[in-house]
Each structure stands twice: as structure tokens, then as C-alpha cells.
């Protein structure tokens, strides 16, 4: 059920505007992979264009080593031996869960159907519903039937476009894992699409970061937040600020917050100003430090407050603090750093 896919190089056009420009990326068997990006990224396009409703003026897509898609060539949709799902689910609201899942079984048996339905059913956690409508299930049960409709045929790739937008924050969390969870269980290959960066933490293997129609980077999520390769990538994922440094060493940065020691994502000379990422849980509360901050803001998060803290300079961090330390606007709170990924940047502000 699990194949390859490479996307190389590709480049799609809506009339006369650039949608995607020479986005690349590989996906191996059983991976499970994000494209995650802000609206109008090209992000949707490229699964379009994976599924074969868009056309490519330039690069081919390869699924199992077999070109699908090129400007010169291009494999019907429904002869991709894909399954897809939606983000509004696409449910057919007069068939029953039974027959929602059935419906891309028309060429078996009809024991081969009721086996495969039984089978995909069983595997959701919805073998008790399938003689419900559409329309009598919760949100997140409508996304347990997409999703076995989707399976349901032995797809060598799945597509997901914002299966879980639709869905409150903790259902969609623990339907993400759920979901997840599942498709490494049959061992399924699956790229979704997504905007929302807790979706794509919690789901994917990998993550790619598109950024104006190309891919920005293609990781892991724990690199994608610890050693971001573009300044862009920076911003865009998890909370984070910069403040002002010089480069050191090799492993050191001089800043307000002290000589910063780890490992130094960059190859700049000694010297060189640059501006330092600093993430929320870089700033360790501590009691003790004679090192302080002003508290200017707080946000509960139930286990946690995140602080944003003013720095002597004026400069502004945030420090993400367990919530039985609860301290108020206008305190002094005691810091320390704890950094193993020093992310810098020249620096372009004067």
C-alpha cells in the first residue's frame, strides 16, 4: 500500500500568475509528510498537482519511480491509485457510513466489500456506527469515515488538505495523533496540507515550509524549530524574538543576556553583529539568578504562563514558565538561559 513519491522541481500557473516554482521534495515509503505555510504559499497547489488536477508548465512528479505527471504528460486522477481527503470530509449525505465507505469498492465482490468496510471500519473505531447518515455524527467521526473511505481501496498515497481545520483544538490534537498513529500502523505513505503548525508538529515526519511557491525547508519538525535554515522559517515557526549579539567563537554569541554558549547554527566570523533567536523555553525561570526581567505580559495556557519580559536595553523576550510559578505584571522575575541552538542572523537594522 506504500510507495515513494519525488516531486521534482515543478512549477504550476493559475492564467498568468506563478502559483508553484520549482518546489522539490522526496517522500519515502511510510513517511508521513506536511506542507505547512501561510495562505497563498502554493501549498494547496502542489497536492492539486500531486493528485493530478493541476497541471505542471515545467519539472514531473514520480510516484513508485513512474513519472504521473510532466508538462508533456499526465496520469488521469483516477488512475493514480490515490485516496484523498477533504477538508469539508466530502461525505455523500444520502449513503450511511456503510455504503460511504463501499464507495470506491465498486469493482469487488460484494464479500470483498463487506470485508474491506468491516476491516477499515474496526480500524476508525466506528464498527458500531455504520448504519448512521452523515449528518448524525459528530465532526470528528465525519473525519473517521473520510479517512476509511480514503484507505479503503490499498492507495499507494494518501492526501490530506486541512483535514482538521474544521475541528475544535483539543478534538483535532487528539484526532491528529489518532490519525496518525493509524497510518504508521497500516503502514500508509500520506502528504496532508495544513497552515495550522500543531497540526503539522503533531502529524508529520517531516515538514516542508513553503514560503511564495518553493519549498523554504524540508525537515524534521524538531530542526525545523531548533536550527531553522532562513530567516523566514525563523519567524514562522513557534514563538520566538531577536535580540542584538556578536559573534564570539565558533560556539559563543556576546549579548545582553550573557555570553550565550551552544551549538552555533551559522558560519559568520568573529565579530560579526548579528541577531539572535530566542525561543521561549531558552529562558529558564529561576529564583536564584541574580540576572532579572520585568513581566509586562502574561498569557495562561493552564500548565504554563508564557511571560513576555523587558530586558534593561528595552528589548522584549518571552519566557514560557511552569503556572505554579505565577507571578504579576510588573515583577521582576529571576532568568536564566539555557540554549542549545544558537540561531543567528546578520544583522540588517542599523
Known sequence: MSAPLKVDRISCRYENESAVNHASFDIEPGDLACLLGP???GKTTVLRAI????PLIDGAIYLDNQCISSPANIV??????????FQDHALFP???VERNVAAGLFRRSDSDRRRIVGEMLERVGLQNQ???YPHELSGGQQQRVALARALAPSPELLLMDEPFSN?????RERLGQEVRELLKDIGATCVMVTHDQQDAFTFGDVVGVMREGHIEQWDKPYDLYHEPTSLFVAKFIGDGVFIEGTIASATEVKSELGL???DLVTDLPVGTPVDILVRPDDIIHDDHSTQTARIVKRSFRGESYLYTLVLPSGSKVLSLVPSH???AIGEDLGIKMEIDHLVVYPRIKP
Open 76 to 85: 488521469a486522477p483516477e488512475h493514480r491509485n490515490m485516496g484523498m481527503v
Open 167 to 171: 475541528l475544535d483544538g483539543d478534538l
Open 51 to 54: 493528485a493530478g488536477f493541476q
Open 130 to 132: 455504520m448504519h448512521k
Open 39 to 41: 495562505s497563498g504559499c
Open 94 to 96: 444520502h449513503l450511511n
Open 325 to 327: 510559578h505565577s507571578h
Open 260 to 262: 550565550l554558549r551552544g
